[in-house]
C-alpha cells in the first residue's frame, strides 16, 4: 500500500511539473516598445527662440516599465509581456524635445542647466498613460499638462506665461500591446500639435515672439505613425 501511494504521489508530482513546463513554453516572451521622437526636419531656425525643457514627470501609476491598462473606471492593470524599452519619462522627454526642435519658430531646444541661456522652460507632466483593452474597445489615453515659463534676466525669478493640460484618445484597430503603443504615439502627435499652437500665441501675446504665419492646423497633419 504505501509503494502504490509513493508511485500515485510520484506521478503527480510527474504531471504538474510537465503541466507547468507546458505553460511555460506558451508564454510569449516580454516585447519592448518605444514613444517616438517625430523625424527631424531642417536644422534649426536662426533667429528662433531658445526654448528648454526639463524632464517629465509621470504620475506613480505609469511610471513603471510595464504598459498600464485600464480596465474598468477604477482599476488598472500592468501588463507582464510588454514593457517601454526604458522608462516612460525618459521618452516622453525625448520624443517632446523633438517635437518642439522641429518647430518653425524654436531654435533650439536645450535641458534647463544648458550653458546657452533659455528664454522660456517648458515643464511637464504625463497625467494619464493608460491603455485600454475591452471586449468591444480598444484605445490609447494620454494625458498631458504642460506649465511654460519666461525665464527672468539675473536674479529675477521666472514668471509663469501658461498652464494647459491636453488630453486625446486614439481608437485602435485592434486590441494587442503594439496597438496601444501605436496610438500613444499618434496621441502626443495631436497633443503636441495643439501645444505648439498655444505656445506660439502665448510668446507673441509676452512679446518673445513676432506675429507671423501660423503653423498647419492640427486637422491637416498627419500624426507620425498614421
Known sequence: MRRRALCIAILQLVDALAATACLTARSPSPRSFT?????????????????AVARVEVAPEYSGEALVYQTSDHEL????YARFAALPSSMLATAIRGYLANADFIGDVVSPASELPPQVTVETSAVKLAGVLRSTESSSLLTIRFRVLRNGKGPAPPT???????????????????????????????????????????????????????????????????
Open 160 to 226: 509663469e506665461l501658461f498652464l494647459k493640460t491636453y488630453s486625446a484618445t486614439s481608437n485602435n484597430p485592434r486590441a494587442t500591446s503594439r496597438a496601444v503603443v501605436d496610438g500613444w504615439n499618434r496621441a502626443l502627435a495631436e497633443i503636441m500639435g495643439n501645444f505648439e499652437s498655444d505656445l506660439r500665441t502665448s510668446l507673441v501675446a509676452a512679446g518673445l515672439l513676432s506675429g507671423g504665419p501660423q503653423p498647419t492646423p492640427q486637422a491637416n497633419r498627419t500624426p507620425k505613425g498614421e
Open 35 to 51: 514613444i517616438d521622437a517625430p523625424q527631424p526636419k531642417d536644422p534649426s531656425t536662426a533667429g528662433g527662440l531658445i526654448v
Open 77 to 80: 492593470v500592468r501588463d507582464p
